[in-house]
């Protein structure tokens, strides 16, 4: 008998008649003697639809109550879940964050896990029960309701599977695994088999949006075996693990973009210590996440910093930078939105000499301007004209031979 924790996202538990799918695949596991704990997110497009009402409601909306408002959505799923599990003459149990609980801090929005009660949710298993969980939300220590952010009822799974030492974490989602790039862009992009936990990492925080990034870092923390598939088919997914032997082959495991950056660049700021501090001192404060940061060598005392943060957070980026840029005496501030970051994944980095060259050479190819570069041990990033995402992730795809199957053991 194993304990195994399922997660389903939003497309998974879209309608009634996917609840009632959802309800089959839990009831089969629980039939093989399996424990089972359920976590799901809300029904597809209700978590959006909750932040707009908040927004209807008010400018500004106040995080405490704010996520009162969007918290809601999985309370919905986890008790439709049990209603229909019951029917089918199971136990079933659904339990809400405070419930459980999952002890979080009181960052309204995108609150972390502290520490997860397992009482409860054993409690129930050992009574028989399938233990279904709400995603996505928590409690701080003050009783307040908060939320993980966007996509965390992944985290909430992962988290679970870890307090409650399960054997297995499976994501179900609307994709059959982890692939080597958007399958939407790139029609031979495939399935991976298997992919390190830092390289998922390293993924999902590039863009690739099949799991947050959060839960990643816990699965890695507390090395807990997660398997992406697909809700709708049978298919093998894909296994988030910790690196083996076999990975190293792999030079590049995956191609990631994300369009979702903005470009900002301080020109000609004396070349004085301090400068960068001042610089990102208000953006830090107002919470602002600052991403790639590029600052050139200077010849005349003077240099050029430039940095990219969300697209979200560009408009008040722009108007703290003018602010110091007074201050600093740069000479101008310049903008721009109409950028992407294309990016190249993969462990066997560590091993292969000249990956990244192979990458600017394959861009250099097809005219495509590099704006910024980043680096780390295994991924290279580069900022390029928004325009050209797709044939930038083509081309790469392409020129690290990302189409063909895997590399066999000899
Ligand atoms: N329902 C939440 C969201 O849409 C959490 C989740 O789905 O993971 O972000
Ligand atoms: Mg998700």
């Excluded at 470009?263 to 790639?292: H, Q, W, Y």
């Excluded at 050029?304 to 840029?325: I, N, P, Q, W």
């Excluded at 325009?387 to 990302?402: D, G, Q, W």
């Amino acid at each position: 008998m194993a304990l195994i924790v399922q997660k389903y996202g939003g497309t998974s538990v879209g309608t009634i008649d996917r609840i009632r799918n959802v309800a089959r695949r839990v009831a089969r596991t629980k039939n093989e003697g399996n424990q089972v704990v359920v976590v799901l997110s809300a029904m597809s497009g209700e978590t959006d639809r909750l932040i707009e009402l908040t927004h209807q409601a008010v400018d500004f909306p106040e995080g405490r109550e704010y996520d009162v408002v969007v918290s809601t959505g999985e309370l919905i799923s986890i008790g439709l879940l049990c209603l229909i599990l019951k029917e089918m003459g199971y136990r079933a149990m659904s339990l809400t964050g405070f419930q459980v609980p999952i002890v979080t801090d009181s960052v309204f929005g995108s609150a972390r896990i502290k520490r997860v009660g397992t009482e409860r949710i054993m409690e129930g298993l050992k009574k028989d029960f399938i233990v279904v969980v709400a995603g996505f939300q928590g409690v701080d220590e003050d009783g307040n309701i908060t939320t993980l952010g966007r996509g965390g009822s992944d985290t909430t799974a992962v988290a679970l599977a870890a307090s409650l030492r399960a054997d297995l974490c499976e994501i179900y989602t609307d994709v059959e695994g982890v692939y080597t790039t958007d399958p939407g862009i790139c029609p031979d992009a495939r399935k991976l088999k298997k992919i390190s936990y830092d390289e998922m990492l390293e993924m999902a925080s590039l863009g690739a949006k099949v799991l947050q990034t959060r839960s990643v870092e816990f699965s890695k923390k507390y090395n807990v075996p997660v398997l992406v598939r697909s809700s709708f088919t049978d298919a093998e997914g894909t296994f988030v693990c910790k690196e083996d032997r076999d990975m190293e082959k792999a030079v590049v495991s995956g191609i990631t973009y994300n369009k979702d950056e903005a470009k900002i660049s301080v020109v000609r700021v004396p070349d004085r210590p301090g400068i960068a501090a001042k610089l990102f001192r208000p953006l830090t404060a107002e919470g602002i996440n600052v991403d790639m940061i590029v600052q050139n060598i200077s010849h005349d005392g003077y240099t050029d910093l430039t940095f990219t943060v969300s697209k979200r957070d560009y408009k008040k980026a722009l108007g703290l930078v003018k602010e110091v840029s007074k201050e600093i005496e740069a000479k101008e501030v310049v903008g721009d939105q109409n950028i992407a970051k294309v990016s190249i994944v993969g462990a066997g980095m560590r091993s292969h000499a000249g990956v990244a060259s192979r990458m600017f050479e394959t861009l250099a190819r097809e005219g495509i301007n590099i704006q910024m570069i980043s680096t780390s041990e295994i991924k290279v990033s580069c900022v390029v004209d928004e325009k050209y995402t797709e044939l930038a992730v083509r081309v790469l795809h392409e020129a690290f031979e990302l189409g063909k199957e895997d590399v066999e053991e000899e």
